[in-house]
């Protein structure tokens, strides 16, 4: 996995420069770098036990060229896996489980969604948590889009169990060092196409 050093940069100026890189992708680059992300999760010895009958994997639906992990959820469902994804519910974030990819629908900033009727489960119900991002480096610190919507889900973990929180992103969004603030919530691995790593500072 490479890292950038990027340490002077302020979030603002890694949003600009990594959201440029990730516009340069072109399909099916998103949906080969879902694959060997995939693959490198499933290989780390620690989530022998995570992807179990009837775990619960939370995943998100790609935009702007993210990586594409739902295309291959084909490989978590044959572990008996549930998959859910999350949607807006009154400006915050929830996930729901789906079925079927066909089920979902247009939702908060045009991204698809699980449909209402979609049965919802808490975050103490997942048991692993796939987060995208726009920047993470390897002590689990992530940058998302600013709008804090993982960070305020997360939250409503602090007293209780939570999932296991991965980083998703391409090696190119893996930094140095990138700046935390109180209310940012760090991840536990970070996985990108060249391996999976266990954060150096887990929460």
């Known amino acids: ?21 990730r516009s340069q992708l072109r399909k099916p680059e998103d949906s080969i770098a879902g694959e060997r992300v995939l693959q490198n999760i499933l290989a780390l010895p620690e989530f022998n036990s995570a992807f179990f009958e009837g775990s619960v994997i939370g995943l998100y639906h790609p935009i702007r060229m993210e990586v594409d992990l739902i ?16 949607r807006i519910r009154e400006g915050n974030l929830s996930f729901s489980i789906i079925q079927d990819e066909k089920e979902l629908v247009s939702g908060a900033f045009g991204i698809m969604e699980p449909p209402p009727q979609a049965p919802h489960v808490s975050i103490q119900d997942l048991h692993v948590l796939c987060v995208p991002g726009l920047a993470f480096d390897l002590s689990g610190a992530r940058i998302g889009y600013g709008k804090g919507f993982y960070d305020r889900f997360l ?13 998703v992103g391409y090696d190119f969004q893996v930094m140095d060092v990138i700046l935390q603030e109180e209310h940012d919530r760090r991840m536990d691995y970070i996985a990108a196409p060249s391996g999976a790593t266990k954060a150096h500072f887990s929460i």
């Open 1 to 21: 996995m490479n890292s950038n050093n990027q340490e002077t940069m302020n979030k603002d100026e890694i949003r600009l420069r990594v959201g440029h890189m």
């Open 155 to 167: 939250r409503a973990a602090d007293e209780g169990r939570r999932p296991v929180l991965i980083g």
């Open 71 to 86: 295309s291959h959820i084909g490989q978590l469902r044959s572990r008996g896996c549930r998959i859910a994804l999350p």
